[in-house]
T-cell receptor
Framework: KAGVTQTPRYLIKTRGQQVTLSCSPI?????VSWYQQTPGQGLQFLFE???????NKGNFPGRFSGRQFSNSRSEMNVSTLELGDSALYLC?????????????FGEGSRLTVL | QQQVKQSPQSLIVQKGGISIINCAYENTAFDYFPWYQQFPGKGPALLIAIRPDVSEKKEGRFTISFNKSAKQFSLHIMDSQPGDSATYFCAAAIPHNTDKLIFGTGTRLQVFP
C-alpha cells in the first residue's frame, strides 16, 4: 500500500508570494490533517479535513487555508508568504473509525521563504 | 492548558542503556497519548500509544508509563540501539479528536555504540 505522498518536496518562494502544497492520502483514508513543523515551535496542527469538510482548525492566520477533494486528496495554500512561514509542512492521513487513532505522515514539503 | 511539556530536549545514551523521555500535560480532557518517532528527512511515525485506563503499555523494547493523577507519561526505551537515534515526540488528544494532536517539543535521542 502506498504511503502518504506530498508534493512538492522542496520549494523556495519569496515574501508576498503564495504557495500550494498537495497531499495524497493512503488509499481508503478519508481524513487528512496538516501540520507545520519548525525548530522553534515544533509540530503545530493547522487543520483537518474529512469528506471535503474542514472539521478542525488550529491557531493559524487566515492566510493558511486548505481544501479536500472528493478523492480525499488535499491541498493547502499559504498566501502572502512571510519569512516565518519557512517550515516543513506535513500531511497526515487516518482511517476514520479506527480505534488506534494512528496518523500516517508523509515526508513533508519543505518551504523556504526568502 | 493545551500544552504538552516534554523533556529533555536532547538525550545521549550508550548502546544497551535505557532512554527515558518525560511528558506532562494540564488538560484532563486528553484521553489519547501517542509517541511518534521521526528520522531525519522523514515524517513522524507512530511508535506506541496509550489511553488513561491503563498505567503501562509495552511493545518490544518500548514502554509507556502513565500516571493519571500526576498528569505525566513517559517513554522508556530498553536496550537502546544506534538505530533508535531519532527525534521522539509525545502528543495528546481529546476524545474523538485524535487527528488534532497536541505535540510536545521533541527529544533528540542519540545512541552511541
Amino acid at each position: 500500500k502506498a504511503g502518504v505522498t506530498q508534493t512538492p518536496r522542496y520549494l523556495i518562494k519569496t515574501r508576498g508570494q503564495q504557495v500550494t502544497l498537495s497531499c495524497s492520502p493512503i488509499s481508503g483514508h478519508r481524513s487528512v490533517s496538516w501540520y507545520q513543523q519548525t525548530p522553534g515551535q515544533g509540530l503545530q496542527f493547522l487543520f483537518e479535513y474529512f469528506s471535503e469538510t474542514q472539521r478542525n482548525k488550529g491557531n493559524f492566520p487566515g492566510r493558511f487555508s486548505g481544501r479536500q477533494f472528493s478523492n480525499s486528496r488535499s491541498e493547502m495554500n499559504v498566501s502572502t508568504l512571510e519569512l516565518g512561514d519557512s517550515a516543513l509542512y506535513l500531511c497526515a492521513s487516518s482511517f476514520v473509525g479506527a480505534d488506534t487513532g494512528e496518523l500516517f505522515f508523509g515526508e513533508g514539503s519543505r518551504l523556504t521563504v526568502l | 492548558q493545551q500544552q504538552v511539556k516534554q523533556s529533555p530536549q536532547s538525550l545521549i545514551v550508550q548502546k544497551g542503556g535505557i532512554s527515558i523521555i518525560n511528558c506532562a500535560y494540564e488538560n484532563t480532557a486528553f484521553d489519547y497519548f501517542p509517541w511518534y518517532q521521526q528520522f531525519p528527512g522523514k515524517g513522524p511515525a507512530l511508535l506506541i500509544a496509550i489511553r488513561p485506563d491503563v498505567s503501562e503499555k509495552k511493545e518490544g523494547r518500548f514502554t509507556i508509563s502513565f500516571n493519571k493523577s500526576a498528569k505525566q507519561f513517559s517513554l522508556h526505551i530498553m536496550d537502546s540501539q544506534p538505530g533508535d537515534s531519532a527525534t521522539y515526540f509525545c502528543a495528546a488528544a481529546i476524545p474523538h479528536n485524535t487527528d488534532k494532536l497536541i505535540f510536545g517539543t521533541g527529544t533528540r535521542l542519540q545512541v552511541f555504540p
